[in-house]
């Protein structure tokens, strides 16, 4: 808790990155949420790991070992065949997974294909919400496109990751407006991109995150400071995500 206020930090890694070198262990996590008042981590594995299953297996024992400290989303290479690919969704559903995270930077999966469609039905047979990073990796990173997947599967949850960064925020405020059951995570936007999309977008349908324990205080800071209402921090900062989340890891 800070200032009064729950925080579920909805992006988080754990895990060795194989593509920049970071490491970040179960122990660091903690240490990271206790100093700065973190009640719950989204653990999602780095975009690019040397093995998807042993990353899954940390992230699973991390979530067993403290019960309400975590939440946990699988990553894995989108385009390994598709049995392999809804078999390991399965197992990260069966270990308590609450969502499934893209990362169109180094996964290039294109929203408006049906190729991909076995993603997003294993997300909705696994009331997996599906969070996709957004921003950097355009196109298929940009906000705009996941319209498309939010249309033909309207009862998956998607969340943009980054809202499309400061560069593409206009978009995702668009894709949120076009498609209820798209949500938006806060995370790299400057303060007033935030108050650009709560002029548009509920906070019933935003949530916050980290990305990177060097920001957690600054992405927090950031909506904890802005002159909104003390309500809507508090969706924010816990209610949207644990509703999200809660409801789609049962």
């Known amino acids: 808790m800070r200032d009064g206020f729950q925080i579920f930090d909805t992006h988080t890694h754990l895990g060795a990155a194989r593509h920049s070198g970071r490491q970040c262990d179960e122990s660091q996590m903690l240490a990271h949420m206790d100093r700065h008042g973190i009640d719950r981590s989204m653990l999602i594995p780095f975009p690019v790991v040397d093995d998807y299953r042993a990353t899954h297996d940390l992230i699973a024992q991390a979530l067993a070992r403290h019960p309400g400290r975590f939440a946990a989303a699988a990553c894995l290479d989108p385009f390994v065949p598709p049995a392999e690919y809804t078999t390991e969704i399965a197992r990260c559903a069966s270990l308590g997974f609450g969502a499934l995270k893209i990362q169109p930077q180094y996964q290039a999966v294109n929203p408006l294909s049906t190729r991909n469609d076995h993603i997003f039905e294993a997300a909705l047979r696994h009331r997996l919400a599906l969070i996709v ?48 059951n798209i949500y938006i995570e806060l995370s790299s936007l400057m303060p007033h991109h935030v108050l650009e999309v709560l002029r548009h977008v509920p906070a019933s349908r935003l949530m916050a995150g980290s990305d990177l324990p060097e920001s957690i205080e600054a992405e927090f800071d950031k909506i904890l400071t802005l002159e909104i209402d003390g309500h809507e921090k508090t969706q924010i900062l816990w209610e949207t995500p644990t509703r999200v989340f809660r409801t789609h890891s049962m």
């Open 133 to 180: 990073h957004t921003g950097a990796g355009a196109p298929f990173a940009l906000p705009s496109l996941w319209i498309a997947a939010a249309r033909r599967f309207p009862d998956l949850p998607i969340i943009l990751g980054h809202a499309g960064g400061g560069l593409y925020v206009l978009e995702a405020i668009v894709a949120a407006l076009e498609c209820p």
